[in-house]
């Protein structure tokens, strides 16, 4: 379904260069979310935007679905950025941003705005159609960005450290609202994340990366029993190895590189 | 004190500093009978005498202000129509290309810092006096602001703004009406009020130099007679319009910022 094979990416040139992201391989299966985990800096969010279409790779080459992707946003994509104040329009009410994407879909204007109330629904904000984002709290604002991105029905949802602005207790309402969302559409789900509880948590498999520049440490599958619940699945014995185990593979080069 | 009576306290203080004002430039114009400087009371009767005793058919307007006032506020409306038809499309395209922002840059601040006050006379040459020299010297002094204002809210879109719309895949169309249009609003309207006290000031100096009806013509016809009441009489009916127009902006882009100002107020 996703497949990036070798992908290098460097910001600057001369001695501003920075090699921010240095041959990483990754795929995902259908259906599947892969989390991404690293130390700041990691050149997490740079691959995400490769994938995304946003910046062209300097090299490697990136497939979604069999079709290559350069600097051009593939089909069936959609984005969930971790600074929902900016990416949902302040103009526009909340279900005029879920809406929004839909246009392109040929769909008529009744259907766009059943199709959002639906996405709504489903992110469990049924009553703000008529509100404005910033009237919303900020765990609410995400998930109206989370519903504008299910709306179109993506094939790929790429998510860019999507719970980093929201207290500990919303994060973990949302993360389940991704889980869950993820179980009921079959979407193919990429989450970039600093926070390694809730790689492990939310994740398939968890690919580690190392610090600057970004290369992958490991691919480790996790396998918890569904559905997964923020009590009882920390508690597994399972979670607690694994999220050891990933802390140790990102400190453990951090220790090595401070040394 | 609640919200309410501590709005209505500021608006009796506003009103009453002056109305102070006015007493006090009453008693001493009635105090030095200065030929200059005549009393409120002189100014304001002779104000409903010029323009507010006319036939109740015609709103109580007499022909002199139907004659002086209606052409000027029709020059102004005319003038700042055509900034704004020109000013704000072409602010949009510059802003959005860093190219040509860049290559327009120097002309745009020569031509923003020449102070339209010293360009009567071209104007009058090539144009001819009359009311398209009138319209068109408003039009020119006017769309500096409001293109200088649009150029820089089109350039500053949120780059993440601009991210979202790609990763949507928003049509051409959609990114100009949804995102850019709505993202360069505030700054346009910024302009838009600099541009709006500037027009009447234009209007004034362009109906000075050579105009047979409008408010400046009147004043200096008034000054050319020694007619002081008639000259203060316009004075004031400047303020009041530049007062009225002034807030009649502010009403409506209160009313299209809404969402900025509830925006602002909570992320600040």
Known sequence: ?259 | MNLATAKTTRWLGRWLVLAAGTLAWQVWADWRHSAFFPPPSAIGAQMYHLWFSGPASYLSLTPSATGNILPSLARVAAGLGIAVAVGAPLGIAIGRSAAVSGYLDPLLHFGRSIPAVALVTVFIVLFKLGDQMEVAYIAFGTIWPILVNTIDGARTVDPLQVETARVFRLSAGQRLTKLIVPATMPKFFAGLRISLSLSLVLMVVAELTGSTDGIGYLINNASNSYEMTEVWAGIVLLGILGYGLNAALLGVEHHVLAWHRGARRLTN
């Open chain 1, 1 to 259: 379904m996703l497949e990036v094979t070798d992908l290098t990416h460097v910001y600057g040139r001369g001695s501003g260069r920075h090699l921010a992201v240095d041959g990483i391989s990754l795929q995902a299966d259908q259906g599947e979310l892969v989390s991404i985990v690293g130390p700041s800096g990691c050149g997490k969010s740079t691959v995400l935007r490769c994938i995304a279409g946003l910046l062209p790779p300097a090299r490697g080459t990136i497939t979604v679905n069999g079709t290559a992707v350069h600097g051009t946003v593939p089909d069936g994509l959609a984005v969930v950025f971790q600074d929902y104040s900016r990416s949902l329009y302040p103009w526009l009410s909340v279900r005029d941003n879920v809406a929004l994407p839909l246009r392109r879909t040929r769909r008529g204007r009744a259907q766009r705005r059943g199709d959002a109330q639906q996405a709504l629904a489903a992110v469990g904000l049924d009553d703000t159609a008529h509100r404005y984002p910033w009237q919303l709290s900020g765990g609410m604002q995400q998930r109206v960005a989370i519903a504008r991105a299910i709306a179109c029905d993506p094939v790929l949802l790429l998510m860019d450290e999507p719970f980093g602005s929201v207290d500990a207790q919303t994060r973990e309402d949302l993360e389940d609202l991704v889980l869950r969302l993820r179980r009921d559409r079959g979407i193919t789900i990429l989450l970039v994340t600093h926070d390694i509880d809730e790689s492990v948590y939310t994740g398939d498999r968890v690919i580690v990366l190392t610090g600057a520049p970004g290369r992958v440490r490991a691919d480790l599958a996790v396998q918890f029993p569904e559905p997964r619940d923020q009590i009882t699945t920390k508690e597994l014995p399972a979670f607690v190895q694994l999220r050891t185990e990933v802390s140790r593979l990102i400190r453990g080069q951090q220790a090595t590189a401070d040394r």
